[in-house]
């Protein structure tokens, strides 16, 4: 019997220097993860693979060259009051600083390095954790997210693999993903997320399902405050086996958001590890190359 290849494990020193400290919304999150997997002993069961940096030809195969440019000049000067900074959603939620620019092609070429290996048979599950950018659109940034590098990660396995399921477990609606693949049956997006009025981005309805070609390819799954693992992994078992079944993926792309556990500052949902690691286990079984990425915000459960 063939000996599994172990996972790939996105990570270098100056790769997490720099999520935590150009990202000004999420200060010391890879690090912090970083030093989890460390501490529970998980490298020794991955192989560990150093990122390389997105070109911006490489972002531009979905973000608009305009909005690439803008943020590598607003990223060099650290700071920028031209009208178009507005209208390219750089603001309040995602606040113009010194360096964003190399910190989206440093995220971007992770989620690519990730993407490579598994289309070169060298892994079959490979993670970027500080990855799963998943609110920002082709032309504007959006939910602290400069470059959605899902996305990036799926157009690169679509060179390869025909039909590509992506699938977001993080409490905020994956609209970005969705809004990239609305109008093609090639990518399939599944959204599991908290939906109600005035909570962040405010779509991802049930009726919300695609179009054109692509309609009846987004599926998205509305939850309400509270839901806990045992509802949760029924739930997301009982829509993944029928995607499962009907679309028949060749390559899967996962965004594991940490803010639906308890404890977490949005105080929505009521998860634990064990029940996102559940829904995970279900879906590795299917064996297919898994790209997983992090997202959502991240708390220390001294607990665990």
Not at 135 to 148: I, R, V
Not at 209 to 223: A, C, E, H
Not at 228 to 244: H, S, W
Not at 265 to 289: A, D, H, R, V
Request: hydrophobic share 40%; charged share 20%; net charge negative.
């Amino acid at each position: 019997m063939e000996e599994a290849l172990p996972p790939v494990y996105i990570y270098s020193p100056e790769y997490v220097q720099l999520c935590d400290t150009v990202h000004s919304k999420v200060p010391r999150r890879a690090s912090m993860v970083h030093s989890l997997i460390e501490a529970y002993g998980l490298l020794r069961a991955m192989r560990v693979v150093k990122p390389k940096v997105a070109t911006m030809e490489e972002m531009a195969s979905f973000h608009t060259d305009a909005y690439l440019q803008h943020l590598r000049k607003v990223s060099e000067e650290g700071d920028n009051d031209e009208p178009e900074t507005v209208e390219f959603g750089l603001g309040y939620d995602c606040p113009i600083t010194e360096g964003i620019y190399d910190y989206a092609a440093a995220v971007g070429g992770a989620t690519l390095t990730a993407a490579e290996h598994l289309m070169e048979g060298k892994a079959r599950i490979a993670i970027n954790w500080p990855g799963g950018w998943h609110h920002a659109k082709k032309d504007e940034a959006s939910g602290f997210c400069y470059l959605n590098d899902a996305v990036l990660g799926i157009l690169k396995l679509r060179q390869k693999y025909d039909r590509v399921l992506y699938i977001d477990l993080d409490l905020h609606h994956g609209d970005g993903v969705e809004d990239a693949f609305s109008f093609t049956s090639k990518v399939m997006t599944v959204s599991l997320h908290k939906f109600s009025p005035g909570f962040f981005p405010g779509t991802g309805d049930v009726s919300d399902i695609g179009l054109g070609k692509g309609r009846y390819y987004s599926v998205n799954v509305p939850l309400q405050d509270g839901i806990t693992d045992n509802k949760y992994y029924q739930i997301c078992e009982g829509v993944l086996k029928e995607v499962f079944t009907t679309f028949n993926p060749e390559a899967l792309v996962l965004q594991l958001g940490a803010d639906t556990i308890a404890g977490d500052p949005m105080c929505s949902f009521n998860m634990t590890p064990e029940g996102i690691g559940k829904c995970l286990k279900y879906i590795l079984q299917w064996q297919l190359p898994t790209l997983i990425l992090g997202g959502g915000e991240v708390i220390i459960l001294i607990s665990l």
